[in-house]
Each structure stands twice: as C-alpha cells, then as structure tokens.
C-alpha cells in the first residue's frame, strides 16, 4: 500500500522567516510527487515533480526531489501571512488516484 | 469560471436519506476522480473515470455510494442509506489523462 509522511503536521512560524516541509514516502511504480496548498477550499496544485535533483521554483516558492531516499522538500522564503494553509504533499503511482499526506499546517504569525 | 466546479457546496441530511452531489470537470478534461476527506486528513481517494468508463474503485467506496458519468461530462457521487461516519468534505478532481488533477471547492456533507 502507498503511504505518505509528512512533517511536521504544524509549524508556527513569524512572517518573514523562511521554513521548510518534509514529505516522504512509499509507492510502487512511482510516477509523481505533487504539493498542493489548501486553504479552507480547493486544494491548488504547486508543483508536480518526477525527476531527481531538479528544483522548481514559483516566485518565494521551491520545490526539490530526491527518489533515492524517497522525499522531497517544500521550501518558502520571505513568509507571508498569506502563506498561512495546509500544505499537502501527494504521490502518484501504480494506481490513478493520488495518495495523499495528512498534510502540514502552517501558521505565519504577523 | 473554468475551473472545476461542484453542487452543492453544503448538504445537511439525516442519517438513512440519500444524497447526491455534482462535479462538473475542466471542459477538456478526460479523467475525473472523487476523493473524500476528513478533518485533519489529506484526501482519501474513491473512484476515477476515463471519459464514461469508471476504471478504479477504492475500498473505501463501500456498496452505499456509487458514481456515474454517463456522457465523459459531468459526473454524479450518490451515498445511500447515509450514516454519521459519512459526514466529510467530499472533492473531485479533473485530470488531461495522467497528468496534474485539479481540484474543485469540494461539498462538504453533515449527516446528522
């Protein structure tokens, strides 16, 4: 069975500082990591990576993988308020449904 | 709005009615997926269709719900005979083949 680990499950943190968020996992025929941010609605899609040691960039946002250790990191700068969400990290594999983390909750205190 | 979208947004129900929602997918998408998800919990997948065909069921999606998407359109979830356990937001999510799924605003069931 699939399975993804996310950490930590919350993080507070001051607007400003810069934090980053684990995933990592356990999936037969990998074939993507996504990162999606949550916010009371909608999941939005962030990144989607499938390649080893190749970073994706979205203005503050920054998003690596690493297939021989099984994790990947969602790195963000700058914080913002705005920020504030859960983030979830999901995998897709053998199966076309998504496996999903149970996600981190982020808080970015003014 | 060309974005994935869903009915109702809410929908309160006692416990032994049946519910159905709606998802209306991104206009060229082939794959559609329902997802469920609890407080606390990251999406659980449900099922998925490519065009009309429902190609894959969790075992979550026990004999009380069943899905349809009769034209590769819109898409139907109905939960039968509901219980307490099935309060949770209900998501679907639209797909170009394999690719990046993207999600609605979900509907969010309270059986009471």
């Known amino acids: 069975e699939d399975k993804v680990v996310q950490s930590p499950l919350s993080l507070v943190v001051h607007e400003g500082d810069t934090v980053t968020l684990n995933c990592s996992y356990e999936v037969t025929n990998f074939r993507s990591l996504l990162w999606y941010k949550q916010e009371k609605k909608a999941p939005t899609f962030l990144f989607m990576l499938t390649s080893s040691g190749i970073e994706k960039k979205s203005g503050r946002l920054s998003s690596i993988l690493d297939k021989k250790e099984l994790f990947s990191i969602l790195n963000i700068t700058a914080t913002q308020t705005g920020d504030s969400a859960v983030y979830l990290c999901a995998v897709l594999g053998g199966a076309d449904g998504l496996t999903f983390g149970k996600g981190t909750h982020l808080i970015i205190q003014p | 709005d060309t974005g994935v979208s869903q009915d109702p947004r809410h929908k309160i129900t006692k416990r032994g009615q049946n519910v159905t929602f709606r998802c209306d997918p991104i206009s060229e998408h082939n794959r559609l997926y329902w997802y469920r998800q609890t407080l606390g919990q990251g999406p659980e997948f449900l099922t998925y269709?490519?065009?009309?065909?429902?190609?894959?069921k969790s075992r979550l999606l026990s004999d009380r719900f069943s899905a349809e998407r009769p034209k590769g359109s819109f898409s139907t979830l109905e939960i039968q005979r509901t219980e307490q356990g099935d309060s949770a937001m209900y998501l679907c999510a639209s797909s170009l083949d394999a690719g990046i799924q993207y999600f609605g605003a979900g509907t969010r069931l309270s059986v009471l």
């Open positions: 269709f490519q065009n009309e065909a429902q190609l894959e």
